[in-house]
T-cell receptor
Framework: SQQGEEDPQALSIQEGENATMNCSYK?????LQWYRQNSGRGLVHLIL?????REKHSGRLRVTLDTSKKSSSLLITASRAADTASYFC??????????????FGKGITLSVRP | NAGVMQNPRHLVRRRGQEARLRCSPM?????VYWYRQLPEEGLKFMVY????????ESGMPKERFSAEFPKEGPSILRIQQVVRGDSAAYFC?????????????FGPGTRLTVL
C-alpha cells in the first residue's frame, strides 16, 4: 500500500505566490523527507523532519509534521519559475533503524507560471 | 566531494539481454539503496546494501534481479533477461555510516529502455 500520499496531484500557481503541498502516511515513522525532481533528472533532498519535530524551516521552505494526523505539509513561499518540478514526500519507518529504506508517494507536479 | 555517481545514464537493451547498472556512493558513505521509478510514479524501494552485505532486499523481484556492493568498487544492480516491463529509471542513493538521520543522497539515475 502507498505510504506517502501527496495532494494535490498537480498544482499550478503564479510566480510570487505560495505553494502548499500535503502528504499523508499510514504507519508510524522515524522521519519524513521532502524531495524535488526536475523533469527527467535525479532527486534533490530538500528537508528532513524527525518524528519528534513539528516544524522546520530552510530558506523559502517550511515543513510541518503532525504525527497525530499522520500528515505533513511543505510550503514554498514566494515561488519562482525555477521551482517548477515534481515534489515527493518520503517516510522512514519507525522500527527499522536510522538507515532504513524510504517509502515515497507518487508526487505532486508543481508548475509556477512566470 | 562528488555526489552519488551512476552510470550509464541511459541504457538500451533488447529483450533477453542483461543490464548492469553501477552506483558509486558519496565519499564516506557505506550504505547504498536502489530504487526504481516507473513513468509518472514515485520511487519504489528495491534493495539496501552495506559493504559486502545485503541488508534488506524486500523490494527486489524474486527472479532476474540481483545486487551487490563489493568491498572495492561500485554497487551493481544486475537485471538478467530483461523484459519490456523493466523499462524504468533506476536510482541509487547513499547515506553516511554514522551521523545524519537517514538523509539519503540520490544519484542522477540510469534510464533503462528495453526494446
Amino acid at each position: 500500500s502507498q505510504q506517502g500520499e501527496e495532494d494535490p496531484q498537480a498544482l499550478s500557481i503564479q510566480e510570487g505566490e505560495n505553494a502548499t503541498m500535503n502528504c499523508s502516511y499510514k504507519t508510524s515513522i522515524n522521519n519524513l523527507q521532502w524531495y524535488r525532481q526536475n523533469s527527467g533528472r535525479g532527486l534533490v533532498h530538500l528537508i528532513l523532519i524527525r518524528s519528534n519535530e513539528r516544524e522546520k524551516h530552510s530558506g523559502r521552505l517550511r515543513v510541518t509534521l503532525d504525527t497525530s494526523k499522520k500528515s505533513s505539509s511543505l510550503l514554498i513561499t514566494a515561488s519562482r519559475a525555477a521551482d517548477t518540478a515534481s515534489y515527493f514526500c518520503a517516510t522512514g519507518a519507525e522500527y527499522t533503524g536510522a538507515n532504513s529504506k524510504l517509502t515515497f508517494g507518487k508526487g505532486i507536479t508543481l508548475s509556477v507560471r512566470p | 566531494n562528488a555526489g552519488v555517481m551512476q552510470n550509464p545514464r541511459h541504457l538500451v537493451r533488447r529483450r533477453g539481454q542483461e543490464a548492469r547498472l553501477r552506483c558509486s556512493p558519496m565519499k564516506g558513505h557505506s550504505h547504498v539503496y536502489w530504487y526504481r521509478q516507473l513513468p509518472e510514479e514515485g520511487l519504489k524501494f528495491m534493495v539496501y546494501l552495506q559493504k559486502e552485505n545485503i541488508i534488506d532486499e524486500s523490494g527486489m523481484p524474486k527472479e532476474r534481479f540481483s545486487a551487490e556492493f563489493p568491498k572495492e568498487g561500485p554497487s551493481i544492480l544486475r537485471i538478467q533477461q530483461v523484459v519490456r516491463g523493466d523499462s524504468a529509471a533506476y536510482f541509487c542513493a547513499s547515506s553516511p555510516q554514522a551521523g545524519g538521520y537517514n538523509e539519503q543522497f540520490f544519484g542522477p539515475g540510469t534510464r533503462l529502455t528495453v526494446l
